[in-house]
Structure formats: C-alpha cells, structure tokens
C-alpha cells in the first residue's frame, strides 16, 4: 500500500496536544508539519525515533558505523539532532529522543499521551512508505487527525505523476516542463512553541552521543570536515549566497572535482538529504540573488537546476517499482554485469592501482563526502568503463558511506553513470587516468589522500607504475609492494566494457526490454567465451 500525502487536514481547535515526529526535516524553519502541529496545540511532542535499524553498531562493517550508515553520517545525524534540540529549548520546548523500531515507538507514545493530532514529513522512500502506513493507520482509527504534508522537495512527486498521465517524466526536460514553479516556503517566525506535556512511562532520553550508541571504541583517524545541523546549514548557505556572482554563474559541468581545501561546491546536499535546509528555502535565496544580478545560468547546469535534478529523481523513483534494482526495473536496462568481489573490493578498499581513482574512494571513506565529478568517475570505473562490476554493488558501498546518501538520488546517479537509464552513451568513458589531470596536473588530491604516492614526480603521479624502479625508489614508492599494480588495464579492459555493452544494448533492443534471467545468463556465458578465446589469441601473438 503507497501513502498519499494529507496536505488538507484541518484543525481540531484549541486544547489538545499534538505529536511531531521527526525523521528527515530536521528544522524549524519552512516546517509544515511543525507549524500545523503547534497551531491551536496546548501541548507539543517533538519526537525523534534512534532506529536500530539505521543506527546499531555492526561488528563486520569494512569501516565503523552500522549496517546501513557509516560513522560519518551516523555523526553527522546526531550533531542535526543536538542543534534542533538547542532550536526547540530557545523556544520553550525540547527534542524527545526515544530508541526502538519507529512505528511501534510512535504508536506507543499516541498511546501513552493526550494526543489529537500527529504530524510528520511526507516521505517517498520505500522504508517509510510501510512505516507510515502503520502508524497512520492505527492513529486514524484512534480518531487522531494525521497531517503530513510534502516539504522535502520542491514539488509533490504525485502531482507530477498525476500531470504526466500517471507515469514519472524520464527526461529532465520533459520533468522541468511539467514542474513549473515551486511553492514558497513558509514564512512562519515562531517566537515561542508549546510546552511539552506529560510524558507518561515512556522511555525519553537526551540526544545520544557516538559512545551512548556503543560506538565507544571506533577507531577513526579522520572524521567528516562537515557538521550537522539547521544552523550550520543555515550559516553555509548565508556564505555561498554572499558571493553572487558566483551564484549567478554557476554551471554545473565546471568546477574542479580535486579541489578539497575549499570544495568547488556548496557541500549543502547532506544538508539537503536530512532536511536541516528546506529545498525551497535554498531555491528562493537563489531566485533572490538572480534577482539582483544581471544575468545568470538556467537549467539544467545552473544552482536551481541541480535543485530540480534533485527532484527528478524523487519523482522516477516515487513513480517506478523497484527503482532500487536491475531485475523487475522497467526503466532498467537488463546487462549482465560481473559478480566479481575481488575487484569490488580493490574498488571499495582504495586498492585499484588507479590513483585518481584510489585517492577518491579514501576520501569517500574518511570525508563521507566527494565532488560529483569524482564521484562520476568511480562510478563509471567499476561499472561500464573499466571492472564491469553491478551498480547495485557500488550503489550499497556510496548507500553506506556517504554523509549526503539519497535514496532516490543515489540509485538513480548509479542507472545513470552505468548507462543502465537515463543516460544511454557509453561509449564515452571517464579515463582514471587523465581526468584527473585536467584539473590537478600536479597531483596534489592523490598527494593528500594517498600520502604513499607524496613525493611521486608529478609526471609518473597518476599512472605510477610507468615510473623507472629507480624513481620509484627515489620516491620511497615501489608499485606491487608499497602501493597495487593495476588490476585492469585501462585500455583492453574499457575496450571490452564497450564490446559487452554494445552486446547488452542489442539484447535489450531485439527483447523490448523484456530480458530474462536465462537470456542474460546465455549472454553471460557468450560474453565470457568470447573474452576467453580473445585473452587466448593475444597470448599466441605474444608467443
């Protein structure tokens, strides 16, 4: 069962109290959900649910964290959660932090409190679509009123589904036609908010620290450079739009993927995926400044524009069953990728050879965070332009380590860098050897996150293993045993990521997208011979 979104609920008049359950859309500001529930409320229950699910401690993680989140982002949430905290106590109320599986905690406390109105951020992932249906059910059958409006996104996906003859626009352009403009936020200034009622027997503690969650012995070198919170977002957003010209000269293909010092971005998209800065909020700033300026970029390129894409992923996803995988995926085409862990886990553990693609995978890993463009060129690595490797498998590694991960967006980038939707020329292969090198010649982002390679001349320092033993002895850096030898190369091996993806493409054509599992395992085995009979004839031209 999918859950619409009530945006008409009306008011149940003075006197009573309301819960506000928070789960993304940490924030005050341009809060629906928040405003509808302290309207008219005598009392007010924010209520944050620490989901074991998310959040436990998982021994067998490759880095620290729990199953689904690493330690980055983990950290990340609870430094959002303290600041709301802090936002709601200058306000007369206070963040409610209870532990267990959210519907059941949520239903308890309806239960457990005086309470006539429940409130909480519409959400179209799949995980909160089944949790939403349970609590909504069991609270309109309390005859408590549900309100939960759409504020995480420019637009409601629904609507725009509903105006495309009830199937998600796969173009962009086709998506920004049908879209037009967003609403504004809300304005609301609250000077004050409800108190918080009687809580009864349920179990309300603080905001947990890493050490209260059992995460007391994580062994982390380096955290996250980006702090949680509305604030922090807030504060990063005044600083970006501060500088104009930049604002109104945006483009989204430029900007240097290397540059980590002062990343060439906002770095406002974790901000973005946890709700601490309202979407529409941060388009209004940015019509504010074009306002003033004059000229600017447009879509798809320009800062709105990266806004928008944000929301045509929400709206694919909302709109398409089993956007999360390739099988039963109707917008997916159908390739039979290699299930190879060795290579995934050189890939994911920084040990490829590739130092461009090495020293991102590193930075993914102690930052939680990494420009676009780097990571476009990890993506296209391990999937069609070099290792031929799942996209679900490099989806899972970005789903667990990012700080910004997105459902929607995440699985929709990785279609997309795969040439598995979306975006169909895969011919054109991100190179890990001169991408790179275009925007940092001298290698100085590898020098940083693969200090192994620091005194690498600069003109060995993206393929190091083409250096002379003597300068690799030089540069206290000998390739096979300080640092991998490759574990492709890049050549042969993209080449036949195009010949596999040409064969891949002409099944799904001939088929109409109709592929089974046979046809793919047949190709699978034809792909696999043929690779064979081609390793074989280059050993007897060798001989």
């Known amino acids: 069962m999918r859950l619409s979104p009530c945006a008409n609920a009306t008011s149940m008049g003075?006197?009573?109290?309301?819960?506000?359950?928070?789960?993304?859309?940490?924030?005050?500001?341009?809060?629906?959900?928040?405003?509808?529930?302290?309207?008219?409320?005598?009392?007010?229950?924010?209520?944050?649910v620490i989901d074991p699910h998310y959040m436990e401690p998982d021994p067998h993680a490759s880095t620290p964290g729990s199953s689904?989140?690493?330690?980055?982002?983990?950290?990340?949430?609870?430094?959002?959660?303290?600041?709301?905290?802090?936002?709601?106590?200058?306000?007369?109320?206070?963040?409610?932090i209870l532990k267990g599986d959210p519907a059941e905690v949520v239903i308890r406390?309806?239960?457990?409190?005086?309470?006539?109105?429940?409130?909480?951020?519409?959400?179209?992932?799949?995980?909160?679509?089944?949790?939403?249906?349970?609590?909504?059910?069991?609270?309109?059958?309390?005859?408590?009123?549900?309100?939960?409006?759409?504020?995480?996104?420019?637009?409601?996906?629904?609507?725009?589904?509903?105006?495309?003859?009830?199937?998600?626009?796969?173009?962009?352009?086709?998506?920004?036609?049908?879209?037009?403009?967003?609403?504004?936020?809300?304005s609301t200034v609250y000077s004050s908010l409800p108190p918080v009622g009687h809580l009864g027997s349920c179990d309300v503690s603080e905001v947990p620290t890493i050490k209260d969650l059992g995460y007391g012995d994580a062994e982390q070198d380096e955290f996250s450079p980006f702090k949680g919170g509305e604030s922090e977002a807030l504060k990063r957003l005044d600083e970006c739009m501060?500088?104009?010209?930049?604002?109104?000269?945006?483009?989204?293909?430029?900007?240097?993927?290397?540059a980590f010092l002062r990343p060439a971005t906002t770095v406002l998209s974790p901000y973005l995926k946890f709700g601490c800065l309202s979407s529409r909020y941060f388009y209004q700033r940015i019509q504010d400044v074009y306002k003033?300026?004059?000229?600017?970029?447009?879509?798809?390129?320009?800062?709105?524009?990266?806004?928008?894409?944000r929301d045509f992923f929400?709206?694919?996803?909302?709109?398409?069953?089993?956007?999360?995988r390739m099988k039963g995926n109707r917008i997916c085409k159908q390739i039979p990728w290699k299930d190879d862990d060795k290579l995934l886990e050189a890939w994911r553990e920084a040990r490829t050879g590739f130092p461009w693609i090495d020293a991102i995978m590193i930075q993914?890993?102690?930052?939680?965070?990494?420009?676009?463009?780097?990571?476009?060129?990890?993506?296209?690595?391990?999937?069609?332009?070099?290792?031929?490797?799942?996209?679900?498998?490099?989806?899972?590694?970005?789903?667990?380590?990012?700080?910004?991960?997105?459902?929607?967006?995440?699985?929709?980038n990785w279609m997309w860098l795969s040439c598995s939707s979306f975006f169909y020329q895969y011919n054109r292969i991100y190179s890990p050897t001169t991408f790179g090198k275009k925007y940092d010649p001298n290698g100085d982002y590898i020098r940083h996150f693969l200090p192994v390679l620091k005194d690498m001349p600069r003109e060995y320092i993206y393929e190091p293993w083409t250096a002379p033993r003597s300068i690799q002895t030089k540069a206290n850096c000998i390739i096979g045993k300080d640092y991998p030898m490759p574990v492709v190369s890049h050549d042969s091996a993209s080449k036949e990521c195009r010949r596999k993806m040409g064969e891949a493409y002409a099944l799904n054509k001939e088929l109409n997208g109709l592929v089974s599992e046979d046809d793919l395992e047949n190709l699978r085995r034809k792909l696999d011979e043929n690779e064979g009979q081609e390793a074989g004839a280059k050993r007897y031209r060798q001989s």
């Open 364 to 412: 993914l890993r102690k930052w939680g965070w990494m420009h676009h463009l780097a990571r476009h060129s990890v993506a296209c690595f391990l999937t069609r332009g070099d290792l031929f490797v799942h996209w679900e498998k490099g989806r899972d590694v970005f789903e667990r380590l990012l700080i910004d991960s997105d459902w929607a967006i995440n699985n929709g």
């Open 314 to 324: 929400y709206t694919a996803a909302f709109g398409t069953p089993n956007f999360d």
């Open 292 to 309: 003033s300026m004059p000229k600017n970029t447009l879509p798809p390129v320009s800062l709105t524009g990266q806004l928008l894409w």
């Open 68 to 96: 689904r989140a690493d330690l980055n982002r983990i950290k990340f949430l609870l430094e959002s959660l303290v600041d709301l905290d802090l936002n709601l106590k200058t306000l007369g109320s206070r963040l409610l």
């Open 14 to 48: 003075s006197g009573s109290g309301s819960l506000l359950w928070f789960r993304k859309g940490v924030r005050i500001h341009d809060n629906p959900a928040l405003e509808f529930a302290s309207r008219g409320a005598s009392h007010l229950y924010p209520v944050f």
């Open 242 to 258: 501060k500088d104009k010209k930049w604002v109104a000269n945006f483009e989204k293909p430029k900007g240097n993927p290397s």
């Open 109 to 186: 406390c309806l239960k457990e409190w005086n309470v006539r109105k429940l409130c909480f951020e519409y959400d179209t992932e799949p995980y909160y679509q089944a949790l939403d249906v349970k609590v909504k059910n069991f609270a309109l059958a309390a005859g408590i009123e549900v309100f939960s409006p759409v504020s995480h996104t420019l637009f409601n996906p629904s609507d725009i589904i509903k105006k495309n003859g009830g199937k998600p626009p796969l173009s962009y352009q086709s998506f920004v036609k049908l879209a037009g403009e967003p609403p504004p936020p809300l």
